[in-house]
C-alpha cells in the first residue's frame, strides 16, 4: 500500500498520507497488522530467519529452472514430492550460508561489474546491443523489479567469485590424467553365462506364506491418499469460437498492425568454416586463414563453392547442404559474418571473415527484401490475432465473473456453472501428485485445504498459467491406507513366487561360481549344467556386443594381469542371474595415448574435483554454525 502511494502520489499530499498511516501505526501498534500475516519460519541459519515466503520464491525458481530445461521431459509430479521440497530447503539454506561467509570475507561486487555483467548478457540485448527496454521487460516476467534482480545478481556474481576462489586450488596432475584415460580405454575379456528365470513356480504357496510375506512388506503396498473433485474450467481457447469476425474488422487490424507484417530484409548465403581453437596459436590461426584465402582463389577460379564446403569446411550443421546458412536477418549471426553478408551482392564471395568459430569465405546466394506483406498474405494470420485478442478480453471479463461467482457461493459450483454457461466436471479419485501432475501444485495444494477436504466448500478461483482458471470441490476423500490382506493376496503370491524363482536362479549361479573358483573345468561344469558359455575378447567398456549390466560389472572388479579368469555373479533386470569370467586387463601404452584426449580428461577431472571441494567447503561452513531446519512448515 505504502509503495503504490508513493508511485502514484507526488509533492506534500502524498508526503502527509504517509506520515498520518505513520503516526497511526506508531499509536495503535502493529502487531494485530502482524498478526494478520504472521511470519512462518522454514530454518534458522546462524540466527538468521529464513522465512517460507523467501522458501517459496526459491522453490519457485528451481522449479522454473527445472522446466524450461526439460521441457516436454519435466514431470511436475516429482516437483510435488515431499523430497524436492527438503532438497530446494537444502539448497536455500547453503546459499544463505554462502551468503554469509561471503559478508564475513567482505567480498564485495562493484556496481561497474555488475553494470558490465548484465550489459554482456544476450538475454538483455536487441541487435546485439544492450537495450534498458528489453531488460525492464525481462525482469519485469521474471517477477523481480529492477533493484532486486540486480541485487540478486550481485549476489550470484559474488558466490561466483567465491565458487572460483575454491577451485582455484584444485588441480589433476598429467600422470593423474594419463592413468584414467588408460583405465577408460582399458580392454578385458569378459565371458559369461545367463541362467534364466524359470516360470513361476507351481509349488503352492501356503497361507501362512502370505501372511508373513504381507506383515512384512504392507508398506510397500500403501495406497496413497486420494480425492475425487468436482471443478469448473474457465479455458482461453474455448472463447475463440465465440469471437465474432468479419472483414472490415480485419482490415482495420490489419491497418493498425501493419507494422507486424513487415519484414526486414534477410539474406540467404553459403559459407566455409574453417575452424579455429579458442586456445589455438597464431600459427595455427595463420595457417586456417592461409586454407580459407586458397579455398577462396579456387571459388573465384571457377571450383563450384557447395562442392567445396561438403569437402572442407568444419560447420558439421551446413557442410552437408554446401554451406547453406538458409534465409537469415540482422541480429542472427555472428556480428562479423552479419557485417560481410549484408555487404555481399549475389554470387559475391568475401574474403576470409574471423569469427569465434574460425574464418569463413561467404558466397551470398540470394537476398529477400524489405517489404510489408498484403492484407490477402496474412488474412490468416491476422484473424488468428484478432481471435486472440479478442478471447483474451473475453476471457478477463469472464474471469472476473467466474471468480464473483464462486467467491458468493462457496458451497456449490453450480451457480458459477450457471452463470458462465460451464459444465461441472469430475475427475477421479487421485493422490496429491496425480493432481499436481493433472492441474497443477497450487490445484493440489488447494484440494488438501482443510476447508475444501473437510468442510466441502469449494476453493478459490485457481489460475493456471495466464489462459486457464480452475475451482475445485472434494467430492470424495480416501485416507492413505495399506489395502488388507485379501485384497492383495494374488499379487503378493505372485510376487512371492517371483522372488523364489529369482533366488532360485542365484543360488544356481552362486553354486557355479563356487565349483569355478576352486578349480573346476569351466566347459565340464557348463556342460553338466547344459549352458553355453560367451567369450568376448578384449573388448571395450563401450562394446555393444556384450549386456551392458555385465559389462558394468566386468569393469569394476579388480582383476590383474596374467591371473586366472576372476568369476562373479550379478542379477540382471529380467530376473536371470549372470555367470561371470573377466580376465586379461590391458592398458593403453603412455606414449600411444591421444595427448588432447588426456587434456580433456585432465579438465574434466579437475572440473569434478573442484566441484567435490566446493560441496566440501558448503559442508564445512554447515557443521560449523547452526542450523535448524522446520520442514513442517513448508
Not at 305 to 328: M, Q, V
Not at 393 to 422: C, I, K, M, Q, W
Request: glycine share 6%; hydrophobic share 40%.
Amino acid at each position: 500500500m505504502l509503495q503504490t502511494i508513493r508511485e502514484r502520489a507526488q509533492g506534500l499530499v502524498a508526503a502527509v498520507i504517509v506520515t498520518l498511516l505513520i503516526l497511526t501505526f506508531a499509536v495503535w501498534g502493529i502487531e494485530s497488522y502482524l498478526n494478520e500475516a504472521r511470519r512462518v519460519v522454514v530454518a534458522t541459519v546462524d540466527g538468521e530467519e529464513i522465512e517460507l515466503a523467501a522458501y517459496q520464491e526459491s522453490y519457485q525458481r528451481m522449479r522454473q529452472r527445472a522446466q524450461a530445461e526439460l521441457g516436454d521431459a519435466f514431470d511436475p509430479r516429482m516437483w510435488a514430492e515431499d523430497s524436492i521440497k527438503l532438497k530446494a530447503l537444502d539448497f536455500l539454506v547453503d546459499e544463505r550460508l554462502l551468503t554469509q561467509s561471503i559478508n564475513r570475507a567482505r567480498m564485495r561486487i562493484s556496481d561497474a561489474q555488475v553494470s558490465e555483467y548484465l550489459r554482456a548478457s544476450p538475454n538483455f540485448q536487441v541487435e546485439g546491443k544492450f537495450s534498458g527496454e528489453r531488460y525492464a521487460q525481462v525482469t519485469s516476467m521474471l517477477g523481480f523489479s529492477e533493484q532486486t534482480f540486480e541485487s540478486q545478481t550481485r549476489n550470484d556474481l559474488a558466490l561466483q567469485q567465491l565458487r572460483a576462489g575454491v577451485a582455484a586450488s584444485t588441480f589433476v596432475t598429467v600422470g593423474e590424467a594419463q592413468r584414467a584415460l588408460q583405465l577408460r580405454e582399458q580392454k578385458r575379456t569378459i565371458g559369461y553365462t545367463v541362467i534364466a528365470p524359470n516360470e513361476p513356480s507351481t509349488e503352492s504357496v501356503s497361507a501362512t506364506d502370505i501372511a508373513d510375506y504381507y506383515e512384512k512388506h504392507k508398506e510397500e503396498y500403501r495406497v496413497e491418499e486420494k480425492v475425487a473433485l468436482e471443478f469448473l474450467e474457465l479455458k482461453l481457447d474455448d472463447l475463440k469460437s465465440d469471437v465474432t469476425v468479419n472483414e472490415d474488422a480485419l482490415n482495420a487490424y490489419y491497418d493498425s498492425h501493419k507494422a507486424d507484417f513487415t519484414v526486414e530484409e534477410q539474406r540467404n548465403a553459403n559459407h566455409i568454416l574453417i575452424k579455429v581453437k579458442p586456445d589455438a596459436t597464431p600459427t595455427d590461426a595463420e595457417k586456417a586463414k592461409q586454407k580459407a584465402l586458397k579455398l577462396r582463389e579456387q571459388v573465384i577460379a571457377g571450383a563450384d563453392f557447395e562442392t567445396l564446403a561438403k569437402e572442407n569446411s568444419d560447420d558439421i550443421g551446413s557442410r552437408s547442404e554446401g554451406g547453406e546458412t538458409g534465409l537469415f536477418g540482422r541480429g542472427v549471426m555472428a556480428p562479423e559474418f552479419e557485417q560481410a553478408a549484408f555487404k555481399l551482392k549475389v554470387d559475391e564471395v568475401s574474403e576470409p571473415i574471423k569469427t569465434a568459430f574460425g574464418f569463413h569465405i561467404i558466397k551470398l546466394k540470394a537476398i529477400a527484401p524489405s517489404g510489408t506483406k498484403s492484407y490477402s498474405e496474412v488474412k490468416s494470420e491476422i484473424e488468428s490475432k484478432f481471435r486472440a485478442e479478442q478471447a483474451e478480453n473475453l476471457y478477463f471479463d469472464a474471469a472476473e465473473r467466474f471468480s464473483d461467482a464462486v467467491y458468493e457461493h462457496p458451497d456449490s459450483l453450480v451457480e458459477g456453472a450457471d452463470t458462465l454457461g460451464l459444465t461441472i466436471q469430475t475427475a477421479i479419485a487421485q493422490s496429491r501428485q496425480e493432481i499436481a501432475a493433472q492441474f497443477s501444485e497450487a490445484v493440489a495444494d488447494a484440494a488438501w485445504e482443510p476447508e475444501v477436504l473437510l468442510e466441502g466448500l469449494a476453493s478459490a478461483p485457481l489460475e493456471i498459467g495466464s489462459d486457464r482458471i480452475v475451482a475445485i470441490r472434494v467430492t470424495q476423500h480416501e485416507a492413505s491406507k495399506v489395502p488388507a490382506l485379501d485384497q492383495i493376496k494374488d499379487a503378493l503370491t505372485a510376487e512371492i513366487q517371483t522372488q523364489r524363482v529369482r533366488a532360485a536362479a542365484k543360488a544356481r549361479g552362486d553354486g557355479i561360481i563356487e565349483r569355478l573358483r576352486k578349480g573346476e573345468d569351466r566347459a565340464t561344469v557348463l556342460s553338466a549344467e547344459k549352458l553355453e558359455w560367451e567369450e568376448h575378447l578384449q573388448i571395450d567398456r563401450e562394446d555393444s556386443a556384450v549386456n551392458r549390466a555385465v559389462s558394468r560389472a566386468g569393469f569394476k572388479v579388480p582383476v590383474k594381469k596374467n591371473d586366472a579368469p576372476v568369476y562373479l555373479g550379478i542379477e540382471l533386470g529380467t530376473g536371470g542371474f549372470a555367470v561371470m569370467g573377466v580376465s586379461d586387463p590391458r592398458d593403453t601404452e603412455l606414449a600411444t595415448l591421444d595427448a588432447v584426449a588426456t587434456k580433456e580428461l585432465r579438465r574434466g577431472n579437475e572440473r569434478l574435483r573442484a566441484a567435490g571441494d566446493w560441496l566440501d567447503f558448503v559442508a564445512a561452513l554447515r557443521a560449523n554454525v547452526e542450523v535448524e531446519t522446520h520442514p513442517e512448515n513448508l
